[in-house]
Protein backbone atom coordinates (compact mmCIF):
# COMPACT_ATOMS: atom_id res chain seq x y z
CA UNK A 1 0.00 0.00 0.00
CA UNK A 2 0.98 3.50 -0.99
CA UNK A 3 -0.01 6.74 0.27
CA UNK A 4 -0.39 10.10 -1.70
CA UNK A 5 0.37 12.98 0.82
CA UNK A 6 -0.74 10.53 3.56
CA UNK A 7 -4.02 8.85 1.97
CA UNK A 8 -3.60 5.39 1.07
CA UNK A 9 -4.42 4.58 -2.23
CA UNK A 10 -4.97 1.23 -3.90
CA UNK A 11 -1.79 -0.23 -5.93
CA UNK A 12 -2.64 1.02 -8.95
CA UNK A 13 -1.72 4.20 -7.68
CA UNK A 14 1.53 3.47 -8.77
CA UNK A 15 0.58 4.29 -12.42
CA UNK A 16 0.28 8.02 -11.14
CA UNK A 17 4.28 8.09 -10.81
CA UNK A 18 5.22 6.01 -13.80
CA UNK A 19 2.72 7.06 -16.25
CA UNK A 20 3.88 11.00 -15.41
CA UNK A 21 4.52 12.99 -18.43
CA UNK A 22 5.79 16.70 -19.56
CA UNK A 23 3.56 18.95 -19.04
CA UNK A 24 0.81 19.08 -21.93
CA UNK A 25 1.14 21.01 -25.00
CA UNK A 26 -1.85 23.41 -25.47
CA UNK A 27 -3.99 21.90 -28.34
CA UNK A 28 -2.23 18.75 -28.66
CA UNK A 29 -4.25 15.58 -28.74
CA UNK A 30 -5.24 13.79 -25.22
CA UNK A 31 -6.01 10.56 -24.17
CA UNK A 32 -6.84 9.74 -20.68
CA UNK A 33 -7.51 7.10 -18.94
CA UNK A 34 -9.02 6.36 -15.31
CA UNK A 35 -10.02 3.67 -13.04
CA UNK A 36 -13.02 3.96 -10.38
CA UNK A 37 -13.97 1.67 -7.95
CA UNK A 38 -17.38 1.72 -5.94
CA UNK A 39 -18.41 0.40 -3.11
CA UNK A 40 -21.53 0.97 -0.15
CA UNK A 41 -23.09 -0.09 3.09
CA UNK A 42 -25.27 -0.99 5.61
CA UNK A 43 -26.75 -1.83 2.21
CA UNK A 44 -23.82 -3.15 0.45
CA UNK A 45 -23.85 -2.05 -3.09
CA UNK A 46 -22.54 -4.67 -5.97
CA UNK A 47 -18.74 -3.80 -5.80
CA UNK A 48 -18.72 -2.37 -9.23
CA UNK A 49 -15.09 -1.03 -11.41
CA UNK A 50 -15.50 1.40 -14.04
CA UNK A 51 -12.76 2.23 -16.65
CA UNK A 52 -12.83 5.15 -19.25
CA UNK A 53 -10.94 6.00 -21.88
CA UNK A 54 -11.50 9.64 -22.79
CA UNK A 55 -9.43 10.83 -26.24
CA UNK A 56 -9.89 14.43 -27.71
CA UNK A 57 -8.04 16.10 -30.92
CA UNK A 58 -8.87 19.49 -32.05
CA UNK A 59 -12.85 19.85 -31.79
CA UNK A 60 -13.68 15.78 -31.35
CA UNK A 61 -13.66 13.62 -28.03
CA UNK A 62 -13.97 9.99 -28.30
CA UNK A 63 -15.22 8.61 -24.48
CA UNK A 64 -14.99 4.68 -23.90
CA UNK A 65 -16.61 3.04 -20.88
CA UNK A 66 -16.06 -0.78 -19.66
CA UNK A 67 -18.01 -1.52 -16.45
CA UNK A 68 -18.42 -4.48 -14.52
CA UNK A 69 -20.01 -5.61 -10.87
CA UNK A 70 -19.83 -8.86 -8.94
CA UNK A 71 -23.48 -9.91 -7.93
CA UNK A 72 -24.68 -13.27 -6.62
CA UNK A 73 -25.94 -15.57 -10.05
CA UNK A 74 -28.62 -16.40 -8.08
CA UNK A 75 -30.10 -16.00 -4.64
CA UNK A 76 -28.16 -17.04 -2.59
CA UNK A 77 -26.03 -18.64 -5.19
CA UNK A 78 -22.05 -17.75 -5.97
CA UNK A 79 -20.82 -14.48 -7.27
CA UNK A 80 -19.51 -14.25 -10.40
CA UNK A 81 -18.60 -10.69 -13.06
CA UNK A 82 -21.09 -9.36 -14.57
CA UNK A 83 -20.00 -7.67 -17.76
CA UNK A 84 -22.02 -4.58 -19.38
CA UNK A 85 -21.79 -3.55 -23.07
CA UNK A 86 -18.17 -1.82 -23.97
CA UNK A 87 -19.50 1.36 -25.30
CA UNK A 88 -18.41 4.57 -27.12
CA UNK A 89 -19.63 8.29 -27.15
CA UNK A 90 -18.09 9.95 -29.95
CA UNK A 91 -18.80 13.94 -30.25
CA UNK A 92 -17.90 16.62 -32.94
CA UNK A 93 -18.51 20.21 -32.94
CA UNK A 94 -19.69 22.12 -36.28
CA UNK A 95 -20.01 25.54 -34.97
CA UNK A 96 -22.24 25.87 -31.79
CA UNK A 97 -23.51 22.26 -32.97
CA UNK A 98 -22.15 18.72 -31.53
CA UNK A 99 -22.87 15.84 -33.38
CA UNK A 100 -22.76 12.66 -31.02
CA UNK A 101 -23.04 8.98 -32.15
CA UNK A 102 -22.99 6.14 -29.40
CA UNK A 103 -21.51 3.10 -30.24
CA UNK A 104 -21.62 -0.56 -28.65
CA UNK A 105 -18.16 -2.07 -29.40
CA UNK A 106 -19.38 -5.49 -29.31
CA UNK A 107 -21.83 -6.06 -31.46
CA UNK A 108 -20.70 -3.25 -34.02
CA UNK A 109 -24.26 -1.02 -34.08
CA UNK A 110 -24.18 2.76 -33.90
CA UNK A 111 -26.44 5.30 -33.75
CA UNK A 112 -27.08 9.19 -33.83
CA UNK A 113 -27.89 11.18 -30.31
CA UNK A 114 -29.20 14.63 -29.43
CA UNK A 115 -26.80 16.54 -27.57
CA UNK A 116 -28.19 19.75 -25.10
CA UNK A 117 -30.87 20.21 -27.04
CA UNK A 118 -33.02 22.95 -25.77
CA UNK A 119 -36.90 22.76 -24.82
CA UNK A 120 -39.42 23.96 -27.03
CA UNK A 121 -41.55 26.82 -26.41
CA UNK A 122 -44.57 23.86 -26.40
CA UNK A 123 -42.09 21.53 -23.97
CA UNK A 124 -41.71 24.50 -21.56
CA UNK A 125 -45.34 25.15 -21.50
CA UNK A 126 -46.05 20.85 -21.00
CA UNK A 127 -44.11 20.95 -17.90
CA UNK A 128 -45.64 24.38 -16.96
CA UNK A 129 -48.83 23.09 -17.19
CA UNK A 130 -47.98 19.70 -14.65
CA UNK A 131 -48.45 22.46 -11.73
CA UNK A 132 -51.72 23.62 -10.90
CA UNK A 133 -52.57 27.03 -10.46
CA UNK A 134 -53.29 27.03 -6.84
CA UNK A 135 -50.06 24.86 -5.82
CA UNK A 136 -48.72 27.20 -2.70
CA UNK A 137 -45.44 28.14 -3.26
CA UNK A 138 -43.31 29.27 0.14
CA UNK A 139 -42.40 32.58 0.60
CA UNK A 140 -39.15 31.41 2.46
CA UNK A 141 -36.51 28.71 1.80
CA UNK A 142 -37.62 25.26 2.45
CA UNK A 143 -34.10 23.35 1.23
CA UNK A 144 -30.73 24.55 1.66
CA UNK A 145 -28.42 23.62 -1.22
CA UNK A 146 -24.94 24.16 0.47
CA UNK A 147 -21.40 23.64 -0.88
CA UNK A 148 -18.30 24.69 0.50
CA UNK A 149 -14.99 24.05 -1.00
CA UNK A 150 -11.30 24.40 0.87
CA UNK A 151 -8.20 24.39 -0.93
CA UNK A 152 -6.10 22.65 1.61
CA UNK A 153 -2.80 24.31 0.48
CA UNK A 154 -1.24 21.26 -0.16
CA UNK A 155 0.44 20.77 -3.66
CA UNK A 156 2.13 17.70 -5.64
CA UNK A 157 3.82 17.02 -8.99
CA UNK A 158 1.53 14.69 -11.66
CA UNK A 159 1.91 14.06 -14.94
CA UNK A 160 4.27 17.10 -14.57
CA UNK A 161 1.08 19.34 -13.41
CA UNK A 162 0.98 20.68 -10.41
CA UNK A 163 -2.22 19.09 -8.63
CA UNK A 164 -3.48 21.02 -5.44
CA UNK A 165 -5.57 19.30 -2.80
CA UNK A 166 -9.39 20.30 -2.00
CA UNK A 167 -11.93 18.95 -0.27
CA UNK A 168 -15.49 19.87 -1.43
CA UNK A 169 -18.41 19.59 0.89
CA UNK A 170 -22.15 19.34 -0.37
CA UNK A 171 -25.23 19.21 1.72
CA UNK A 172 -28.99 19.01 1.59
CA UNK A 173 -30.48 20.25 4.65
CA UNK A 174 -34.51 20.05 4.74
CA UNK A 175 -35.66 23.69 6.27
CA UNK A 176 -39.30 24.35 8.14
CA UNK A 177 -41.47 23.96 5.68
CA UNK A 178 -40.38 20.94 3.46
CA UNK A 179 -41.90 17.24 3.74
CA UNK A 180 -40.09 15.47 0.72
CA UNK A 181 -36.69 16.37 0.97
CA UNK A 182 -34.03 14.01 3.45
CA UNK A 183 -30.72 14.77 4.15
CA UNK A 184 -28.04 14.33 1.81
CA UNK A 185 -23.91 14.78 2.58
CA UNK A 186 -21.19 14.49 -0.43
CA UNK A 187 -17.82 14.78 0.23
CA UNK A 188 -14.82 14.62 -2.34
CA UNK A 189 -11.74 14.52 -1.35
CA UNK A 190 -9.51 15.61 -4.37
CA UNK A 191 -6.43 16.48 -6.47
CA UNK A 192 -7.06 18.69 -9.80
CA UNK A 193 -4.70 19.57 -12.12
CA UNK A 194 -5.45 23.26 -14.72
CA UNK A 195 -6.09 20.95 -17.78
CA UNK A 196 -8.63 21.35 -20.22
CA UNK A 197 -10.64 18.39 -21.72
CA UNK A 198 -13.34 20.22 -23.21
CA UNK A 199 -14.71 21.05 -27.13
CA UNK A 200 -15.80 24.31 -27.89
CA UNK A 201 -19.78 22.94 -28.28
CA UNK A 202 -19.87 21.79 -24.65
CA UNK A 203 -22.26 23.85 -22.50
CA UNK A 204 -20.88 26.50 -20.89
CA UNK A 205 -20.28 26.51 -17.27
CA UNK A 206 -21.61 29.04 -14.60
CA UNK A 207 -19.20 31.01 -13.00
CA UNK A 208 -20.00 30.13 -9.63
CA UNK A 209 -19.46 32.61 -7.25
CA UNK A 210 -19.67 32.45 -3.25
CA UNK A 211 -23.00 33.70 -2.14
CA UNK A 212 -26.62 32.52 -2.49
CA UNK A 213 -29.11 31.96 -5.00
CA UNK A 214 -32.69 30.86 -5.34
CA UNK A 215 -34.74 28.62 -6.98
CA UNK A 216 -38.31 26.78 -6.90
CA UNK A 217 -38.24 23.06 -7.46
CA UNK A 218 -40.48 20.89 -7.51
CA UNK A 219 -41.73 16.38 -8.34
CA UNK A 220 -44.63 14.89 -9.48
CA UNK A 221 -45.18 11.06 -9.45
CA UNK A 222 -46.53 9.68 -12.43
CA UNK A 223 -49.76 11.87 -13.59
CA UNK A 224 -50.54 12.80 -9.70
CA UNK A 225 -50.72 16.33 -8.95
CA UNK A 226 -51.65 15.86 -5.74
CA UNK A 227 -49.30 17.32 -3.02
CA UNK A 228 -47.19 19.19 -5.75
CA UNK A 229 -46.43 21.78 -3.91
CA UNK A 230 -42.92 23.19 -4.14
CA UNK A 231 -39.74 23.89 -2.40
CA UNK A 232 -37.84 26.97 -2.62
CA UNK A 233 -34.09 25.87 -3.01
CA UNK A 234 -31.56 28.28 -1.44
CA UNK A 235 -28.09 27.39 -2.95
CA UNK A 236 -25.05 28.78 -0.91
CA UNK A 237 -21.52 28.45 -1.94
CA UNK A 238 -18.84 29.01 0.44
CA UNK A 239 -15.09 29.04 -1.32
CA UNK A 240 -14.99 29.38 -4.76
CA UNK A 241 -15.57 25.63 -6.46
CA UNK A 242 -13.19 24.08 -7.71
CA UNK A 243 -12.90 24.05 -11.51
CA UNK A 244 -10.51 21.67 -12.24
CA UNK A 245 -9.70 18.52 -13.83
CA UNK A 246 -9.76 15.77 -10.82
CA UNK A 247 -6.39 13.23 -11.14
CA UNK A 248 -7.68 11.21 -7.77
CA UNK A 249 -10.59 11.74 -6.24
CA UNK A 250 -12.89 9.92 -3.56
CA UNK A 251 -16.46 10.91 -3.15
CA UNK A 252 -18.29 9.88 -0.13
CA UNK A 253 -21.92 10.26 -0.43
CA UNK A 254 -24.50 9.75 2.82
CA UNK A 255 -27.71 9.58 2.62
CA UNK A 256 -30.17 9.78 6.30
CA UNK A 257 -33.68 8.59 5.89
CA UNK A 258 -36.13 7.72 8.84
CA UNK A 259 -36.39 4.53 9.88
CA UNK A 260 -38.11 2.74 12.60
CA UNK A 261 -36.37 3.98 15.68
CA UNK A 262 -34.50 6.94 14.25
CA UNK A 263 -32.18 7.50 11.21
CA UNK A 264 -30.66 4.82 9.19
CA UNK A 265 -27.36 6.37 6.90
CA UNK A 266 -26.18 4.80 3.49
CA UNK A 267 -22.71 5.42 3.03
CA UNK A 268 -21.71 5.22 -0.85
CA UNK A 269 -18.09 5.62 -2.02
CA UNK A 270 -16.67 6.39 -4.86
CA UNK A 271 -12.52 6.33 -5.80
CA UNK A 272 -11.96 7.13 -8.79
CA UNK A 273 -8.05 7.62 -10.41
CA UNK A 274 -6.05 8.70 -14.15
CA UNK A 275 -3.75 6.08 -14.73
CA UNK A 276 -2.31 7.61 -18.00
CA UNK A 277 -2.31 11.11 -19.05
CA UNK A 278 -0.66 11.22 -23.35
CA UNK A 279 -0.35 13.32 -25.62
CA UNK A 280 0.92 10.96 -28.01
CA UNK A 281 -0.45 11.65 -31.41
CA UNK A 282 -3.85 9.89 -32.05
CA UNK A 283 -5.37 8.12 -34.89
CA UNK A 284 -8.29 10.42 -36.20
CA UNK A 285 -9.97 7.08 -37.19
CA UNK A 286 -11.21 6.92 -33.69
CA UNK A 287 -13.41 9.93 -34.19
CA UNK A 288 -15.15 8.44 -37.15
CA UNK A 289 -17.59 5.71 -36.88
CA UNK A 290 -16.59 2.77 -38.17
CA UNK A 291 -17.68 1.37 -41.74
CA UNK A 292 -18.21 -1.85 -40.66
CA UNK A 293 -21.07 -0.95 -37.66
CA UNK A 294 -24.61 -0.86 -38.79
CA UNK A 295 -27.03 1.69 -37.66
CA UNK A 296 -30.04 0.67 -35.43
CA UNK A 297 -32.40 2.21 -33.40
CA UNK A 298 -31.83 2.77 -29.67
CA UNK A 299 -33.07 0.30 -28.34
CA UNK A 300 -31.26 -2.24 -30.28
CA UNK A 301 -27.80 -0.96 -29.29
CA UNK A 302 -27.51 -1.37 -25.47
CA UNK A 303 -27.15 -5.23 -24.73
CA UNK A 304 -27.96 -6.62 -21.21
CA UNK A 305 -25.38 -7.84 -18.59
CA UNK A 306 -23.39 -10.94 -19.80
CA UNK A 307 -21.28 -13.30 -17.68
CA UNK A 308 -18.24 -15.77 -19.01
CA UNK A 309 -20.02 -18.74 -20.49
CA UNK A 310 -19.24 -21.46 -17.48
CA UNK A 311 -21.19 -19.07 -15.33
CA UNK A 312 -24.07 -19.29 -18.19
CA UNK A 313 -23.51 -22.77 -17.56
CA UNK A 314 -24.07 -22.88 -14.18
CA UNK A 315 -27.08 -20.93 -14.08
CA UNK A 316 -28.91 -23.46 -16.94
CA UNK A 317 -28.10 -25.77 -14.36
CA UNK A 318 -29.21 -24.38 -11.30
CA UNK A 319 -32.74 -23.39 -13.30
CA UNK A 320 -33.53 -26.87 -14.51
CA UNK A 321 -32.64 -28.32 -11.16
CA UNK A 322 -34.77 -26.41 -9.83
CA UNK A 323 -37.26 -27.18 -12.59
CA UNK A 324 -36.98 -30.89 -11.87
CA UNK A 325 -37.42 -30.38 -8.10
CA UNK A 326 -40.63 -28.85 -8.61
CA UNK A 327 -42.41 -31.35 -10.34
CA UNK A 328 -41.46 -34.42 -8.03
Not at 300 to 328: C, D, N, P, T
Request: glycine share 6%.
Amino acid sequence: MITFNGMALVPVAVLLFSCAIATVIDGADLKISTIQHNSGSPVAMNPRLEERIVYLQGNRRRIEDRREQRSPLWAGGPEVTFYEPHGALIESCEGDTKKAFSLNLDNRTFRPIEMGRRLTPEEIRAFQSQIPPNAEKPTAPTVLHETTTKDTGERKKGFGFTARHVITTFKVVPLAGSTKVVADEIVTDGWYIDLETGISCDPSNTDLREGKTYAYAALSSGTSRQAFNPDLVQTTYIGKPEAGFPIWRRTTIRNSAPAGTGNSEQVNVMESEVTELSDNPLDPNLFEVPTNFRSVPSPQVELGLRVAWWARWLAWVHYYWMSFRKAI
